[in-house]
């Protein structure tokens, strides 16, 4: 399985580079939710070559949708992570493919087309980068902490996430938006980033990615500070050595 999702994530990220340069169809799915061609011929890719190979597996993907299979295995796959960057043309968007088996991640991969990134984990076996071991960062302060978030789509979720940083950015090293949450998570697996926060994910926003910081050694867990899953909406994804204290503040009245 994580061969296919190797090879899956690395072909669908050859379409959505190819496609890059040139026009792309957009079109609006949601409120400030986009969709483009190159979503939804990743998203082929992807399908096709799950269920040639393991034609009795559940997919859950964001533009066809699905549901997590109770038991057995679920595919959990975003084709385009990023997809606003993408119609801009900000170089900053990632492949996604996760496998559960009965809701919880045991395959993960996340693929940068752009620079060539492959970052895999299967459960019990670490995380690597380009099969090249990595491991969370040692930063056990949060004033020297990067830190990443996103914005989300609805504004009930700004509007938390700036409620946030009114506590955060105070006492943080620096904050950044990369506009892929998949790939943000990558990075606290590699150490280039040392949390990630989002009050408002999806299963495909984060299958691949929880994996990928659990096994490189970090923590990942809601808000409230109860052990993550891929069901729930809010994450805080750390290296492991500052989780407690940016809880704290996550958790903070304002």
Not at 34 to 45: H, I
Not at 79 to 102: K, M, Q, W
Not at 130 to 141: F, K, L, T, W
Not at 199 to 219: F, I, K, M, T, Y
């Amino acid at each position: 399985m994580l061969k296919t999702a190797i090879e899956a994530a690395v072909e669908a990220g050859g379409i959505i580079a190819e496609l890059y340069p040139g026009p792309r169809a957009i079109s609006l799915k949601g409120f400030r939710d986009l969709v483009t061609d190159a979503d939804t011929a990743a998203e082929s890719a992807i399908f096709k070559k799950i269920q040639a190979r393991f034609p009795d597996h559940a997919i859950l993907s964001e533009e066809a949708g699905g549901h997590v299979s109770g038991s057995g295995y679920t595919w959990v796959v975003d084709p385009l992570d990023g997809t606003t960057n993408y119609a801009h043309r900000h170089p900053v968007f990632s492949v996604s493919i996760g496998v559960l088996e009965g809701g919880e991640p045991i395959v993960g991969v996340i693929h940068d087309p752009l620079r060539h990134h492959t970052f895999a984990a299967f459960r019990g076996g670490g995380a690597r980068l380009n099969d090249e071991p990595i491991h969370v960062s040692g930063v056990a302060g949060l004033e020297n902490a990067l830190i990443g978030i996103d914005w989300g789509h609805e504004n009930e979720v700004r509007e938390r996430t700036l409620n946030d940083l009114h506590r955060i950015l105070p006492r943080c090293g620096a904050l950044r938006a990369a506009g892929s949450a998949a790939l943000t998570l990558a990075y606290v697996a590699a150490g280039w980033n040392d949390a990630y926060f989002q009050p408002g994910l999806r299963p495909w926003d984060a299958a691949a990615g929880v994996l990928l910081v659990n096994e490189a050694g970090g923590r990942c867990t809601t808000l409230k500070g109860d052990p993550y899953r891929v069901r729930f909406s809010d994450c805080v994804a750390t290296n492991g050595w500052i989780h407690d204290e940016l809880l704290r503040l996550l958790k903070r009245m304002p």
